[in-house]
């Protein structure tokens, strides 16, 4: 009895990693593709192209209070959801911000779930995380430095999973 | 009792012709000597799940991410089973071989837990998955949970206590969030074993957990920092009705502990007016603890009226002016009484509460009166001093007691 039931709990677990793998892996074909844009960085630590991981901000990342509906988020690391809208160039831009939830509507929105970090007085913005504003292994894109402004296209998938499938570099 | 200590002991009996040598002989020889070995095995378990987990986390130099988790999987795996093998050997021998099959195969299965929930954040990590729950630690908690009712070993359920409240602290350092099925996963389930394995060492970071559990709620969910005293008071008057009474010492004394604690934090935090400026103060908040104080001082009175001193601590002072020096001064009231009573009736754990509550409540005022005042250095010689000498006044009249005590039992 307590041998089968060992068995049980190990394919349990089992289970739980190879579905979580599954579910992962199926990103390719179920992910929402979005483009989006990074802000160049103001301030260039070094003016050489990037080998390896490269940090960036978004212009998703800065949210002006005027797009702000009804709730603000009030916790840092809170959960806030952003509602993103496609552009004439097919890049994806803040439309709507709101600290409950928010629904996309039709092929050319998308909904992200960030974390809300600061309000700038100075510059009346919110300032929100992502997850994705490191981006692995730049290097296998092309070569890019730190003060281009680069377009990223990414893939969100359920559960917060994303993955970056191009970089490129704005007006090319 | 330890075997040397016995051994000596037992000289003096047999010198006083309470039993013979022979006697002695057939006693000693039933203390076999702890084998300590176990620690060993323990301590390596330790340090390659700990090794193991940092390994995960460092980017592994260019492996393909799908061999890196099929090798993390056939190592859990492999973990399991051969734990499994060792744990079902261990039926079958003799004694001492039986025990060591044990510890092997509990160490193998507890590695083999470390394992999965190391695979579990790797597949999060190679993914790239950002997760704004906690749900892959509540995972891996159940899962300690369902392991350790097969196999009840206490190092496998200590782990994944630890995880549970780790669970809750992440919770809130990472999301600003609480989060509810982590406590109910703790004080439920975890709650069932720690009630009925009567453990010392369960009992106690339980009781931690749940302290440290409920700082969280107040600090995320809770509209003011006082409700902090109900959610105490709670765990204080409730931890009286578990019928087990090591669980239930270890609950109260971990609750005046917090309460304490929480109030040597209160007693700075009255001081700032910006901090009091900022407070409002909620009519439910009195409506309730007025409630739950008057309960807990019906029930005490009625059970053991001499701690009915306890209720002090968890009386609110905010409200009051200069309401610092009352916080400091209820403290202080506590342990003074606890050390009058406890010296009077010699009860030895409360001499002991009454002899901590009065360093703490001591060096909290000391704290508060000498910090801006004095120059730094001598701050703090003088707190050294006055503490020294404070235990050792407290620590010779504890002796003297526990002499005499023993002078009545002869």
């Given at each position: 009895m307590k041998r089968l039931l060992f068995y049980l709990v190990i394919l349990l677990q089992l289970f739980v990693l190879l579905f979580l793998i599954f579910q992962f892996e199926k990103i390719d074909q179920t992910g929402h593709e979005v483009k989006i844009q990074t802000l160049s960085s103001d301030f260039p630590v070094y003016d050489d192209f990037i080998r390896s991981d490269l940090y960036v901000d978004y212009d998703i990342n800065k949210?002006?209070?005027?797009?702000?509906?009804?709730?603000?988020?009030?916790?840092?690391?809170?959960?806030?959801?952003?509602?993103?809208?496609?552009?004439?160039?097919?890049?994806?831009?803040?439309?709507?911000a709101s600290a409950d939830k928010l629904e996309a509507k039709g092929e050319d929105e998308a909904v992200l779930v960030g974390t809300y970090q600061y309000y700038d007085v100075d510059r009346d913005v919110y300032y929100v995380n992502y997850g994705f504003e490191k981006i692995k292994g730049v290097d296998q894109f092309g070569g890019f430095k730190q003060t281009d402004q680069l377009i990223v296209t990414l893939l969100i998938g359920k559960w917060g999973q994303y993955k970056v499938i191009n970089i490129e570099k704005w007006n090319e | 009792m330890n075997k040397e200590k016995l051994r000596k002991e037992g000289k003096n009996w047999v010198k006083d012709g309470i039993i013979t040598d022979q006697?002695?002989?057939?006693?000693?020889?039933?203390?076999?000597?702890?084998?300590?070995?176990?620690?060993?095995?323990?301590?390596?378990?330790?340090?390659?799940?700990?090794?193991?987990?940092?390994?995960?986390?460092?980017?592994w130099a260019q492996v393909p991410h799908f061999s890196r988790l099929s090798i993390m999987i056939f190592c859990m795996l492999t973990f399991y089973i051969v734990g499994h093998y060792f744990a079902k050997r261990s039926t079958t021998q003799e004694e001492d071989s039986q025990r060591r099959s044990h510890i092997y195969g509990m160490s193998f299965i507890i590695l083999g837990y470390i394992f999965f929930g190391a695979t579990l954040f790797l597949i999060l990590n190679v993914y790239q998955v950002h997760y704004l729950n906690v749900w892959p630690f509540i995972i891996w908690s159940i899962v300690g949970l369902l392991l350790y009712s097969i196999y009840?070993?206490?190092?496998?359920?200590?782990?994944?206590?630890?995880i549970t409240i780790f669970t809750q602290i992440y919770s809130a350092f990472a999301f600003s969030t609480y989060s509810s099925i982590a406590f109910l996963i703790f004080s439920l389930g975890y709650f069932y074993f720690?009630?009925?394995?009567?453990?010392?060492?369960?009992?106690?970071?339980?009781?931690?957990?749940?302290?440290?559990?409920?700082?969280?709620?107040?600090?995320?969910?809770?509209?003011e920092y006082y409700w902090m005293i109900f959610f105490f008071l709670l765990m204080y008057t409730l931890a009286h009705i578990i019928p087990k009474p090591h669980l239930r010492q270890s609950l109260i004394y971990i609750s005046l502990l917090s309460i304490f604690i929480f109030k040597i934090?209160?007693?700075?935090?009255?001081?700032?007016?910006?901090?009091?400026?900022?407070?409002?103060?909620?009519?439910?908040?009195?409506?309730?603890?007025?409630?739950?104080?008057?309960?807990?001082?019906?029930?005490?009175?009625?059970?053991?009226?001499?701690?009915?001193?306890?209720?002090?601590?968890?009386?609110?002072?905010?409200?009051?002016p200069f309401s610092f020096l009352f916080v400091i001064l209820s403290m202080f009231v506590f342990s003074v009484y606890w050390?009058?009573?406890?010296?009077?009736?010699?009860?030895?754990?409360?001499?002991?509460?009454?002899?901590?509550?009065?360093?703490?409540?001591?060096?909290?005022?000391?704290?508060?009166?000498?910090?801006?005042?004095?120059?730094?250095?001598?701050?703090?010689?003088?707190?050294?001093i006055l503490l020294f000498l404070i235990s050792f006044i407290l620590e010779r009249k504890r002796r003297t007691t526990e002499i005499e005590k023993g002078g009545h039992t002869k």
């Open positions: 949210i002006a209070s005027d797009k702000w509906n009804d709730s603000l988020p009030s916790d840092y690391n809170s959960r806030v959801y952003v509602l993103l809208q496609k552009d004439k160039m097919n890049v994806y831009r803040t439309r709507e | 006697q002695l002989e057939a006693i000693l020889n039933k203390y076999v000597k702890k084998d300590q070995s176990y620690l060993l095995i323990l301590f390596s378990v330790l340090l390659i799940g700990i090794g193991v987990l940092i390994f995960i986390f460092s980017d009840e070993n206490p190092t496998l359920f200590v782990l994944a206590l630890l720690v009630f009925h394995r009567s453990n010392p060492v369960f009992n106690y970071i339980f009781a931690i957990g749940l302290s440290i559990q409920l700082v969280i709620h107040t600090v995320i969910e809770a509209p934090y209160e007693s700075f935090l009255l001081q700032e007016s910006y901090f009091l400026e900022d407070m409002h103060i909620q009519v439910s908040f009195f409506v309730i603890i007025s409630i739950c104080l008057f309960g807990a001082f019906v029930y005490k009175r009625r059970t053991n009226p001499s701690e009915l001193i306890d209720l002090l601590l968890f009386l609110p002072l905010f409200y009051l050390l009058v009573v406890g010296f009077q009736r010699k009860l030895e754990d409360k001499i002991i509460i009454g002899i901590m509550s009065f360093i703490i409540s001591t060096f909290t005022a000391y704290i508060q009166f000498a910090w801006e005042t004095l120059n730094k250095s001598l701050f703090f010689l003088l707190g050294g």
